[in-house]
């Protein structure tokens, strides 16, 4: 597993839950790194990037105002803060690191990616 995420779970629509990225075996220091989700049955989405600097995020427009992806200068794991989640929002989860210094919503962007993390919200 060249990625770690951990974090998920199962709750209930209105809570909140932390995704963790652990990206030591794949150091990501000078790259953006980025969450994406696929549901069943639907393909893989960019859900929030960040910079290499943690200085620029972007979000999918569904998630924005809820979710955060943050990062610790220096520190290998990337977060994701989602709050006040809805059943839309049940899928695997997973983080990857871009291939330059900057996030982008094209899973193309990407080269290394995690094993992904289930979250489910029931309503």
């Known amino acids: 597993v060249q990625l770690q995420a951990s974090g998920g779970g199962l709750v209930q629509a209105g809570d909140s839950l932390r995704l963790f990225c652990d990206t030591r075996r794949r150091p990501s220091s000078n790259n953006g790194m980025g969450w994406f989700r696929q549901a069943p049955g639907k393909e893989r989405e960019f859900v929030a990037g960040i910079s290499w600097d943690g200085g620029t995020s972007y979000y999918l427009d569904s998630v924005k105002g809820r979710f955060t992806i943050s990062r610790e200068k220096g520190k290998s794991v990337v977060y994701l803060q989602m709050n006040s989640l809805k059943p839309e929002d049940t899928a695997v989860y997973y983080c990857?690191?871009?291939?330059?210094?900057?996030?982008?919503?094209?899973?193309?962007?990407?080269?290394?990616w995690g094993q992904g993390t289930l979250v489910t919200v029931s309503s």
């Open positions: 990857a690191v871009a291939r330059g210094a900057w996030a982008s919503s094209s899973r193309d962007a990407y080269q290394y």
